[in-house]
């Protein structure tokens, strides 16, 4: 396991990659990366040092990548393997590759993990045939006693921005988006705790990656930063995205 790195390290090494390979565009620029920033501190909030922990759906890796120089137990489940994969098997990473076959089944035992991370995941399961309800329920199943769930960036159903994309040719959008009501409903019947969830995310934060003069711009960042807190408390409603946090 490699000695932990500091937050700003991490997204450095982060959009070096980016720049580098093209894999990873929420990493084009300070911008973009500065999107998980609340999910790092919801970790300093949430997880134990050093705790076993599932980053579900791993995607491209970024953030297995996080978990594993910070010094977690690092466990990751994706459909398919990612670029940063080898090097993050050399530094400690347990991936498991899923079967579409079965989209919801993990193949882990009952309480083996102290948290589980889902970072844009748990809203595409019903794209794979799976079912939202039933990811959560397997999902408590894998989490020790009063282990912690960590759900980020989950669509908000009156996302402004996801109303755009919907209305412009060619621009994605998700198909499935939550309510507040959604996700207490979702934690009820899988038996979690909700310990808190909130909207957030008013502004696009990938529109900088072709302009290299942004992409590592302190200035720059922390306006947007600054601009997009502000909106996102008054345009509450409107924000792009949810994250909640549920307790076995």
């Keep these: 396991m490699p000695d932990p790195l500091s937050n700003a390290a991490i997204v450095d090494n982060l959009i070096a990659y980016a720049q580098r390979d093209g894999a990873y565009p929420q990493f084009n620029s300070l911008v973009g990366a500065h999107q998980y920033q609340r999910l790092y501190r919801l970790c300093d909030k949430y997880l134990e040092p050093g705790g076993s922990v599932l980053d579900w759906g791993c995607g491209n890796g970024h953030f297995s990548y996080y978990l594993v ?3 977690y137990e690092t466990y990751g489940f994706a459909f398919e393997p990612f ?16 079967c ?16 589980v991370i889902s970072v844009g995941v748990l809203e595409h399961v019903k794209e794979l045939q799976g079912d939202d309800l039933g990811s959560m329920q397997e999902i408590y199943r894998i989490l020790k006693p009063s282990g912690i769930f960590i759900c980020y960036h989950l669509p908000n159903h009156y996302s ?5 994309a919907a209305r412009l040719p ?3 959008h998700h198909q499935d988006r939550y309510t507040r009501a959604d996700i207490e409903t979702l934690c009820t019947q899988a038996q979690f705790n909700l310990l808190e969830v909130k909207r957030y ?17 302190q200035l720059l960042t ?3 930063d600054s601009c997009d807190n502000l909106l996102s408390q008054l345009l509450s409603r409107l924000c792009q995205n949810y994250y909640f946090v549920g307790q076995k």
Excluded at 83 to 98: A, C, K, M, N, Y
Aim: zero cysteines.
């Design 69 to 71: 120089h910070k010094a």
């Design 83 to 98: 670029p940063l994969l080898p090097e993050l098997l050399t530094l400690g990473l347990q991936f498991q590759q899923g």
């Design 100 to 115: 579409l076959a079965n989209p919801v089944q993990l193949p882990y035992a009952d309480g083996q993990f102290d948290a």
């Design 160 to 164: 402004l921005i996801e109303w755009l």
């Design 170 to 172: 060619g621009k994605y």
């Design 201 to 217: 995310g008013f502004l696009p934060r990938n529109l900088f990656g072709s302009w290299r003069w942004a992409s590592h711009s």
């Design 222 to 224: 922390a306006g947007w």
